[in-house]
């Protein structure tokens, strides 16, 4: 009899690549990290797979993968060379853009580069009204000479976005045929993002065709090297899996891709750990190259507004703020002699000093300076830190400053928290959420030495540290279900009937229901979740409302606790109709186990001198393997674990849950 497939999800990041591997048959999750092989990703992947399957002679394993690959090409401007075909009069308008001015005072501001320059740039004699009427048809005369005009532009793929595409695809649809006859990638608006605001939807469309021929790329090479019964999916910005074939297409839905396991994993730990009161957790996802943070108040936030790099993105994605901050952040003294920490990093290769192979001071090699990390403890004992590489790295410093290595690594680690509570504010405060009722959760590889002081700073009463912190995301794209979302802009009023809503939106609950089923799931999972765009007449921003008969009173209320205020009176207007699409998966199951002896002691490993407020402080070391539910830890304290470390200040205390996960109360 055939043993049950391994389950493996697959997290790259920029210094670490991360596994998480679930076997069914003996219900037991094993993780790990390898270094990141920045060179081609692909390679980190290979190399962990042969690790897991090396003594097993059954190959067969789903494996759910989170990829930077899309979101490198957009940042690093590695992506294909792109054409844009857009309707006569209307090519430059991804260098038009909005009015929007981020940064108003700034008098040496740079805007980011159009992914399409202007020769590459495309027109085509047609034209749709606002209300789908066809004023000028498109000439198939016109499309040889389109045709031969990109060919010479040496272009490898081809945006198309012509002016109300949403309302009559046709047009696109003829040039797509011709273009994909002659071999190039195409992406078409109307097939991708088919709603109104033409700058958003043009931008859109082409990031998918600058970015998926190299995602395609990858996983095609991928694919090609994994075993016949490794069966491979890719984890969706949005918190879904999707298959590659698709991914190949929509390279754009991918750009968030290992952040969104992060969100998904974290929602699934809060839950596990809440059953009954409303969920609310703050994500603080900090690698080794960038900081993720996020916000669950009883489900995941979405957002069909991101930005990427400049480049406007309005597919639903998980709402997700990145910094540069992360274990290998390059610590630096500007001209002015001020301490600056990040953005920029020094990824897997050369790493942090600590590491052994560079000599570039970064916040790791602070906390090895400030004992918070047990050199010969990193990843188990695998890795073995150099202490001395370290404190040369930021005695480099401490000479720029005239000041001692241990303020210099203190100073270090208040920048970086610093930049890290700003990025907390933002997806906190600044939306309106008070911190104070939160948990913060904190995961990836460097974030347990850093959080509880950022509550601290922010009022957070409270921090959870799972288990599989360090490969959260990873673990997170095991528990992912499939999910495909799909938008139509309508333009109809808030009077417009019930029924006459509902028929639109089977049209998309067709579509939804039969492509969740293409991929694989059983009927009896799937799971629709229709909603409609709203605003008030005259607004230019959209609430969406999940869609219920009792939907205008709702609109009117979520207005009045996003805004402020509502207008009952008001004429409303219902823009896009939305549906998501789900397919319901089966996630490892976590066990609980009773609450036991509150003594430590069977995890204790030794004392040293840690250092809090320029003091060495005596601090107790636990191995987190070790500690047993119902353990209780007063701080300071280090807890080891074999893949990341967790801090306690004098002021906080643990316990450790029934699932394993250390719950720290935060101290003032």
Request: hydrophobic share 40%.
């Amino acid at each position: 009899m055939a043993s049950s497939p391994l389950r493996i999800g697959i997290d790259i990041g920029g210094t670490f690549t991360d596994f998480v591997v679930y076997d069914p048959s003996t219900q037991i999750i094993n993780t790990f990290k390898i270094l990141s092989t920045p060179s081609n990703p692909a390679l980190a992947v290979l190399t962990g797979l042969d690790q897991i399957f090396s003594n097993r002679s059954d190959k067969h394993a789903i494996i759910v993968h989170g990829s930077t690959v899309a979101t490198n090409a957009l940042l690093e401007y590695k992506g294909a060379r792109t054409a844009l075909v857009s309707t006569v009069g209307f090519k430059d308008i991804l260098q038009i853009g909005r009015q929007n001015r981020p940064s108003l005072y700034d008098l040496t501001v740079r805007l980011p580069e159009p992914l399409v320059p202007a020769d590459l740039r495309f027109e085509v004699n047609e034209r749709v009204l606002h209300t789908g009427e066809v004023l000028q048809a498109l000439v198939p005369a016109q499309l040889q000479t389109l045709i031969n005009d990109i060919k010479a532009s040496g272009a490898e793929a081809v945006a198309i976005c012509l002016l109300f595409s949403f309302l009559h695809p046709e047009h696109e649809a003829m040039i797509a045929e011709s273009l994909r006859a002659e071999g190039y990638f195409i992406s078409v608006s109307s097939e991708i993002l088919p709603e109104f605001r033409e700058y958003e939807r043009c931008s859109t469309t082409v990031v998918n065709a600058y970015v998926s021929p190299v995602l395609g790329k990858y996983l095609t090479y991928l694919e090609n090297a994994l075993e016949p019964d490794m069966h491979l999916s890719v984890m969706q910005s949005n918190g879904g899996a999707i298959q590659p074939a698709e991914a190949r297409q929509a390279g754009v839905r991918c750009i968030l891709s290992g952040p969104a396991g992060g969100v998904v994993g974290c929602e699934y730990i809060g839950k596990s750990i809440n059953t009954d009161g409303a969920l609310r957790l703050i994500g603080f996802d900090m690698g080794g190259t960038s900081t993720d943070v996020s916000l669950i108040d009883g489900t995941r936030q979405i957002t069909t507004e991101a930005v990427v790099s400049g480049h406007p993105i309005h597919l639903p994605m998980l709402d997700i703020h990145t910094i540069g901050a992360g274990g290998g952040s390059i610590a630096r003294v500007d001209p002015g002699g001020a301490l600056r920490v990040g953005p920029e990093s020094t990824g897997a290769d050369p790493g942090p000093a600590c590491y052994g192979k560079g000599d570039i001071p970064t916040i790791t090699d602070a906390n090895v300076v400030l004992g918070r990390l047990a050199s010969e403890l990193f990843l188990g004992g695998k890795m073995q830190l150099d202490a001395q590489r370290a404190w040369q790295a930021i005695e480099k410093i401490g000479k720029h400053l005239n000041m001692e290595s241990t303020r210099v690594a203190l100073g270090i680690i208040q920048v970086a928290n610093a930049h890290m509570e700003r990025a907390l504010r933002v997806i906190s405060v600044e939306r309106g959420w008070d911190p104070r009722v939160f948990s913060l959760l904190s995961f990836g590889g460097a974030g347990g030495l850093h959080a509880a002081d950022l509550a601290r700073g922010l009022g957070i009463p409270r921090v959870l540290v799972p288990p599989v912190a360090s490969t959260l995301s990873a673990y997170g794209m095991l528990v992912a279900d499939v999910i495909k979302d799909y938008s139509q802009t309508v333009m109809l009023p808030g009077d417009t009937p019930f029924q006459k809503l509902s028929d639109l939106l089977a049209e998309l609950a067709q579509r939804g229901t039969t492509d969740v089923l293409a991929e694989g799931t059983d009927p009896k999972d799937i799971h629709l979740e229709p909603s409609l765009d709203m605003r008030y007449r005259g607004q230019s921003y959209e609430l969406n409302i999940p869609f219920a008969p009792t939907f205008l009173e709702v609109f009117h209320q979520q207005h009045q606790a996003t805004y402020g205020y509502a207008k009952p009176e008001a004429n409303i207007e219902i823009v896009n109709l939305r549906l998501r699409a789900i397919g319901k998966s089966t996630p490892p199951p976590l066990h609980s186990q009773q609450l036991g002896d509150p003594n430590p002691q069977q995890a204790y490993l030794d004392t040293r001198a840690v250092i809090f407020h320029h003091v060495p402080t005596p601090t107790p070391f636990y191995q987190a393997e070790e500690l047993r539910p119902g353990n209780r830890l007063r701080g300071p304290a280090v807890v080891v674990r074999s893949d990341t470390t967790i801090l306690l200040s004098p002021t906080d205390q643990a316990w450790v849950d029934g699932l394993n996960n250390i719950i720290i109360e935060v101290g003032t």
